[in-house]
Each structure stands twice: as C-alpha cells, then as structure tokens.
C-alpha cells in the first residue's frame, strides 16, 4: 500500500498494529534495507479506515500485513 497525502492520511486500518497493553499504534515503512517499525498518531477510525495525523509522510510504503522479515526498531 502506497501513501499519497496532503495533510492527513486515511489508510486502511489493516496496515495500523497495536501491541497487548500497548496503546500506540505503529506500522511498518518499507525502505531500502527492508521493513521498520514507526509510531504514529491516530484520529479518527472506523473499522475499514483510520486518519494517521502524523508519523508517516507522502508516498512511504506501507505493509497490510506484519512483513515476515526481521523489523528494524527505530
């Protein structure tokens, strides 16, 4: 999934993940050496689409899915 934005970004929330007894919200980023993991702020959602306030810029590649591969933390 690509990001084309302006200000505010709405994904689908297929791509947000949340950890047990965690309440930030993260995704994965793709970049050239692989996955990353990144917070992000959230607005509103519903069940299909989440507005990421910020986090994330314009044209960054997101996973749908947890990628298989080893993540780098930030």
């Keep these: 999934m690509r990001l ?5 970004l709405d ?3 297929e791509a947000l993940h949340q950890d047990p007894g965690r309440g930030d919200p993260y995704v994965f980023v793709k970049g050239p050496s692989g996955w ?3 917070d992000v702020s959230v607005g509103l959602m519903n069940n299909t689409v ?11 590649e997101l ?3 947890r990628p298989p591969e080893r993540i780098k933390n930030p």
């Design 4 to 8: 084309h934005a302006e200000h505010r």
């Design 11 to 13: 994904r689908t929330r």
């Design 36 to 38: 990353s993991k990144r």
């Design 50 to 60: 989440a507005v990421v306030r910020s986090g994330l810029r314009p044209g960054e």
């Design 63 to 65: 996973a749908a899915e």
